[in-house]
């Protein structure tokens, strides 16, 4: 989802790591004392269309009862929002994990790490959603703007402006895709392509931890963030759902989704930001970052992150990286991510030794495409046919979440809430193990829920959809007219800043 852009870390930071008693609201009404216990909530009754497009395209403005949840649900526990703690950090001092730092980065799939999940891993999961969540918050939505579709702040004060500098990593590369190029219709619509570049859209960026990050991890992580797009109920009629080759040579068995890899590989000379492709721009920084901190002596990983969309692009990514780099670890850090290619494919990045941790919401349709009908789960068949290559496959580790789980959520269908990245963030905030209860101690201020979504209970007092920029951007200028801000100049996007003009590359 693209979300317009407002700093969360400027509201009054709240934990909600516990539930007290008794909350009184302005009518003086008295809410009673909640358990933490995963609510038992009853589905509603749902009458299955026809087809998944139907489903995606159901009118979820359903009538909510004050408690927040849907009319006829037998949900009828209250929450009690009085003593929610809002002067305390939302996360945690971090401690040094360089000794488990194979483990942290899938050296054993992270066997001993998942079940309960590890505290140090459930940290970084939350890192690596923060990055790739600051490619939503940064991105300029905002149709009327003059660069929208670019990123709203410079590398420089990227983290700064999102209040991520805790993380100490720093940008060193922005990253362009094409949006006119064999794309599927939902991401021309979505990345505002007549607006400040008809061709390109900010993508992502690539960052590489700090000298004192680099200490507490155990090495030098290089950090690739892939952005999503914008409306999930548009994957299904608009994903274009065909397998193409990724290798003309002994590996043309390995196949990926057609629309996927186009928006990775395809570049143009008349255009300003992809005279290289995504996939050129990253592998040339990252292969320059591997060289010069190997040249130094030191220990370098690539982490990739993403959600929907941008996890597909993370493993299209993860495969390059791990082919052209085979000394340095790579691993995807993913949240809600569709299939993206077949067996062949799934297993070539098992060989190259590519580590996939695959977050997913129980809810969740995206990760359920494409492949909805042929897929993995269709083994059975292969022992009659033989190894099937248009089937889809899903890659890596799965970590499975239930929006059921948490007590702070709505009974609801809401399918775009199910795939918000906020939500993943605050459900694996709240995970100890598939048997265990929403975790007491989750720091992450449950507000963040509510900042594209409706998802959060209406008791606890946050309104839907808040993050906004103030007068809708409009500022009122010396002449008391009200205009569109001008970017101060490190915002305002340059190919020539950004070095993608081919001859600086030269």
Same mark, same amino acid.
């Given at each position: 989802?693209?979300?317009?852009?407002?700093?969360?870390?400027?509201?009054?930071?709240?934990?909600?790591?516990?539930?007290?008693?008794?909350?009184?609201?302005?009518?003086?009404?008295?809410?009673?004392?909640?358990?933490?216990?995963?609510?038992?909530?009853?589905?509603?009754?749902?009458?299955?269309?026809?087809?998944?497009?139907?489903?995606?395209?159901?009118?979820?403005?359903?009538?909510?009862?004050?408690?927040?949840?849907?009319?006829?649900?037998?949900?009828?526990?209250?929450?009690?929002?009085?003593?929610?703690?809002?002067?305390?950090?939302?996360?945690?001092?971090?401690?040094?994990?360089?000794?488990?730092?194979?483990?942290?980065?899938?050296?054993?799939?992270?066997?001993?790490?998942?079940?309960?999940?590890?505290?140090?891993?459930?940290?970084?999961?939350?890192?690596?959603?923060?990055?790739?969540?600051?490619?939503?918050?940064?991105?300029?939505?905002?149709?009327?703007?003059?660069?929208?579709?670019?990123?709203?702040?410079?590398?420089?004060?990227?983290?700064?402006?999102?209040?991520?500098?805790?993380?100490?990593?720093?940008?060193?590369?922005?990253?362009?895709?094409?949006?006119?190029?064999?794309?599927?219709?939902?991401?021309?619509?979505?990345?505002?392509?007549?607006?400040?570049?008809?061709?390109?859209?900010?993508?992502?960026?690539?960052?590489?931890?700090?000298?004192?990050?680099?200490?507490?991890?155990?090495?030098?992580?290089?950090?690739?963030?892939?952005?999503?797009?914008?409306?999930?109920?548009?994957?299904?009629?608009?994903?274009?759902?065909?397998?193409?080759?990724?290798?003309?040579?002994?590996?043309?068995?390995?196949?990926?989704?057609?629309?996927?890899?186009?928006?990775?590989?395809?570049?143009?000379?008349?255009?300003?930001?992809?005279?290289?492709?995504?996939?050129?721009?990253?592998?040339?920084?990252?292969?320059?970052?591997?060289?010069?901190?190997?040249?130094?002596?030191?220990?370098?990983?690539?982490?990739?992150?993403?959600?929907?969309?941008?996890?597909?692009?993370?493993?299209?990514?993860?495969?390059?990286?791990?082919?052209?780099?085979?000394?340095?670890?790579?691993?995807?850090?993913?949240?809600?991510?569709?299939?993206?290619?077949?067996?062949?494919? $799934?297993? @070539?990045?098992?060989? +190259?030794?590519? *580590?996939?941790?695959? /977050?997913?919401?129980?809810?969740?349709? %995206? !990760?359920?495409?494409?492949?909805?009908?042929?897929?993995?789960?269709?083994?059975?068949?292969?022992?009659?046919?033989?190894?099937?290559?248009?089937?889809?496959?899903?890659?890596?580790?799965?970590?499975?979440?239930?929006?059921?789980?948490?007590?702070?959520?709505?009974?609801?269908?809401?399918?775009?809430?199910?795939?918000?990245?906020?939500?993943?963030?605050?459900?694996?905030?709240?995970?100890?193990?598939?048997?265990?209860?929403?975790?007491?101690? $989750?720091? @992450?201020?449950?507000? +963040?829920?509510? *900042?594209?979504?409706? /998802?959060?209970?209406?008791?606890?007092? %946050? !309104?839907?959809?808040?993050?906004?920029?103030?007068?809708?951007?409009?500022?009122?200028?010396?002449?008391?007219?009200?205009?569109?801000?001008?970017?101060?100049?490190?915002?305002?996007?340059?190919?020539?800043?950004?070095?993608?003009?081919?001859?600086?590359?030269?």
């Amino acid at each position: 989802m693209a979300y317009s852009t407002m700093n969360h870390h400027l509201l009054p930071p709240a934990t909600y790591s516990r539930l007290t008693p008794r909350a009184t609201y302005h009518n003086a009404t008295t809410i009673d004392e909640p358990t933490i216990k995963p609510q038992n909530r009853s589905s509603s009754a749902v009458n299955i269309p026809a087809s998944l497009s139907n489903i995606l395209h159901l009118n979820l403005n359903h009538q909510t009862n004050p408690t927040g949840t849907h009319a006829g649900s037998s949900n009828n526990a209250t929450l009690d929002v009085d003593n929610f703690n809002r002067h305390t950090p939302t996360y945690s001092p971090t401690e040094d994990i360089s000794s488990m730092y194979p483990e942290i980065h899938g050296a054993a799939d992270w066997s001993r790490l998942l079940s309960p999940l590890h505290p140090w891993l459930r940290r970084e999961i939350l890192k690596y959603g923060e990055f790739s969540q600051a490619t939503y918050d940064a991105f300029d939505s905002n149709p009327f703007s003059q660069y929208g579709g670019s990123c709203l702040y410079g590398r420089h004060r990227l983290f700064e402006k999102l209040g991520l500098l805790r993380h100490n990593y720093d940008v060193t590369k922005y990253l362009y895709a094409m949006s006119h190029v064999d794309l599927p219709r939902w991401l021309e619509r979505s990345l505002h392509a007549e607006a400040w570049s008809r061709d390109s859209n900010w993508m992502g960026y690539v960052a590489v931890s700090g000298d004192e990050e680099s200490r507490r991890i155990g090495c030098r992580d290089i950090v690739v963030a892939w952005r999503g797009t914008v409306v999930p109920a548009e994957w299904l009629e608009d994903i274009q759902g065909k397998l193409e080759s990724i290798e003309s040579n002994d590996h043309s068995d390995i196949r990926v989704e057609h629309g996927f890899r186009s928006i990775y590989t395809s570049k143009s000379e008349t255009t300003r930001y992809n005279k290289l492709s995504a996939s050129e721009q990253v592998m040339s920084e990252i292969k320059s970052l591997v060289k010069f901190y190997q040249e130094k002596g030191e220990k370098v990983s690539i982490t990739i992150t993403g959600h929907s969309l941008g996890g597909a692009l993370a493993l299209l990514n993860a495969y390059e990286a791990a082919s052209a780099l085979p000394s340095v670890p790579v691993s995807v850090i993913s949240f809600g991510a569709p299939r993206v290619g077949n067996e062949g494919f $799934a297993d @070539r990045l098992k060989e +190259l030794g590519v *580590k996939v941790l695959r /977050m997913v919401v129980k809810q969740d349709v %995206v !990760p359920k495409m494409p492949g909805i009908l042929f897929n993995e789960g269709i083994k059975m068949v292969e022992k009659v046919t033989g190894t099937l290559e248009w089937i889809y496959t899903h890659v890596g580790v799965e970590l499975g979440l239930n929006v059921k789980t948490s007590p702070y959520l709505k009974n609801c269908i809401d399918f775009a809430g199910f795939h918000n990245l906020e939500i993943y963030l605050h459900l694996v905030d709240g995970y100890v193990s598939s048997k265990s209860e929403f975790r007491r101690e $989750a720091k @992450r201020d449950v507000a +963040l829920i509510n *900042k594209a979504s409706g /998802m959060l209970r209406e008791e606890i007092g %946050v !309104p839907p959809c808040w993050h906004q920029p103030a007068n809708r951007g409009l500022v009122c200028n010396s002449y008391g007219r009200w205009t569109m801000p001008n970017r101060e100049l490190e915002d305002i996007p340059s190919p020539y800043r950004e070095g993608y003009n081919v001859q600086l590359l030269n």
